[in-house]
């Protein structure tokens, strides 16, 4: 997978230079927003369902090339996003674990509120700048961690341990210990272009992450910690510049 990243960080300015199509020196700035769906694939497993949170931010894309029927642009987002893990605690026959003190079902959730970089390859076909096109995007993604907070309804003296089908409940006492997270982000979406109004974008991404969130070497306990998110956002962008006149 880091060599999958490292293509396309090699790729991206590729695009930006190939110039064998028509030219373009299109330039568009934004604002996105959208719900994430995170987990963290830890080894050994933590039974999961999946966390939900917000995310949003600025967007900035430069087109610079129509090759035949495919417009290509490099696309970036600066965005807050708030990830993280839910557990699911049940016992061996997938019934919650009750706890003995509250007489209530345990829950876990861990929110990481991180910065989100994604810096992607993007490449539509249809109408450029009136009317409908789809697209995919990809490339890397990079995050600098902001602040974390836990989400529990029972004391760690008491939970139920007894009654759990895992053991594994060391990640509900240790912070985020690896500030930086990077990954591989890719997304299918439309965009709706209407002429001196602006671009609307709608997108599902999904982003695998190649860092841990712990440390993953034989003294750690974790083997691996990483992310993944799916993400459903929209998008408005304007123009800034524009080199296409009367063209669809």
Same mark, same amino acid.
């Given at each position: ?6 293509? *396309? ?55 610079? @090339? ?18 993280? &893990?839910?557990?699911? *605690? ?15 079902? @345990? ?11 994604? *810096?992607?390859?993007?490449?539509? &076909? ?31 003296? =008491?939970?139920? =341990? ?14 985020? @210990? ?15 272009? *209407? ?45 800034? =510049? ?7």
């Amino acid at each position: 997978m880091k060599k999958t990243l490292l293509y *396309i960080l090699l790729f991206i300015p590729m695009v930006v230079n190939a110039q064998i199509g028509e030219h373009r020196n299109d330039l568009t700035i934004g604002v996105n927003g959208g719900y994430v769906l995170s987990n963290v694939a830890f080894t050994p497993t933590v039974p999961q369902s999946m966390h939900g949170g917000i995310t949003g931010g600025v967007s900035l894309r430069y087109v610079c @090339e129509k090759y035949f029927k495919t417009i290509a642009s490099i696309y970036a987002e600066v965005n807050y996003a708030s990830i993280g &893990w839910k557990e699911k *605690i049940l016992t061996s026959k997938d019934q919650p674990v009750i706890n003995s003190v509250t007489g209530v079902a @345990e829950s876990y959730s861990r929110t990481i509120n991180y910065v989100q970089i994604p *810096i992607m390859a993007h490449l539509a &076909w249809g109408r450029e700048s009136k009317g409908l096109n789809f697209f995919v995007n990809m490339g890397p993604q990079f995050g600098t961690y902001l602040s974390e907070s836990t989400s529990m309804n029972f004391d760690l003296a =008491t939970r139920n =341990t007894t009654d759990r089908a895992t053991t594994v409940v060391a990640q509900d006492t240790m912070a985020v @210990e690896n500030k930086f997270d990077y990954g591989i982000v890719a997304g299918i979406g439309a965009e709706y272009s *209407i002429p001196k109004a602006g671009h609307i974008l709608l997108e599902a991404r999904y982003y695998y992450g190649l860092g841990n969130i712990y440390g993953d070497t034989k003294r750690d306990y974790f083997g691996s910690s990483n992310f993944g998110n799916i993400v459903i956002k929209l998008t408005y962008l304007f123009d800034i =510049t524009k080199t296409k006149k009367n063209k669809l």
